[in-house]
């Protein structure tokens, strides 16, 4: 005990804010693991009919097949003669040049429909069920103007909105609800709609 009762008390108090800090830091980590260990919830079920239609990306994680996208980013949801939905990804470049990705998009949870499986295969392969992604409604408002879209490794996240430039707080609403369910919305990229 010597070495306590002569430790000097700026020091002492040094300690103390340390040993908070580390305390604080292994709680927030703790609470962030434990919200991305919980399972991602969707939300309970989507009327396709009131889905389909025109989309505009307000907001997206960093994600590698987006890197080319500067404005203007869409997504066009129309049912196809097999009742699959057709995924019509629009966006210009840096340079101006339109950006088009054609794909398909399969309910896997019918009929709530609230989780889909993406294919940008050509489309003769599509019905293989490899190379498919996540697509997971997890925040929808009633009248189906915002919505919020992920997958269960929060690695992607998507908010869309039926107008270009929606609210900011709608958005921040949205991005938040991301966040408690233990995604990092750090890196949040929000294009430019001209």
């Not at 470049?93 to 709530?112: R, T, W």
């Not at 998507?158 to 270009?164: E, Q």
């Not at 900011?168 to 990229?189: F, P, Q, R, T, W």
Request: aromatic share 12%; net charge positive.
């Amino acid at each position: 005990m010597p070495l306590i009762k002569n430790f000097p008390k700026a020091s002492w108090r040094l300690a103390k804010i340390a040993i908070g800090g580390v305390v604080l830091t292994g709680l927030a980590v703790g609470t962030i693991a434990y919200a991305q260990a919980k399972p991602l919830a969707t939300i309970e079920k989507v009327e396709l009919d009131k889905y389909l239609g025109v989309w505009y990306e307000v907001a997206r994680k960093p994600i590698y097949f987006d890197r080319k996208c500067a404005y203007n980013i869409t997504a066009t949801y129309t049912v196809n003669e097999n009742g699959n939905i057709i995924v019509d990804n629009k966006c210009y470049d840096g340079d101006g040049n339109l950006q088009q990705s054609l794909g398909e998009a399969f309910v896997a949870n019918a009929p709530f429909n609230s989780k889909l499986k993406v294919s940008f295969l050509p489309e003769g392969v599509r019905w293989i069920p490899i190379g498919r992604g996540d697509y997971w409604v997890l925040k929808l408002d009633e009248e189906y103007q915002t919505v919020l879209v992920g997958e269960p490794r929060r690695k992607y996240l998507w908010v869309l909105s039926r107008t270009p430039n929606p609210n900011k707080e709608v958005i921040l609403e949205y991005l938040n609800y991301a966040k408690s369910v233990g995604y990092d919305i750090g890196d949040i990229i929000y294009p430019e709609h001209r």
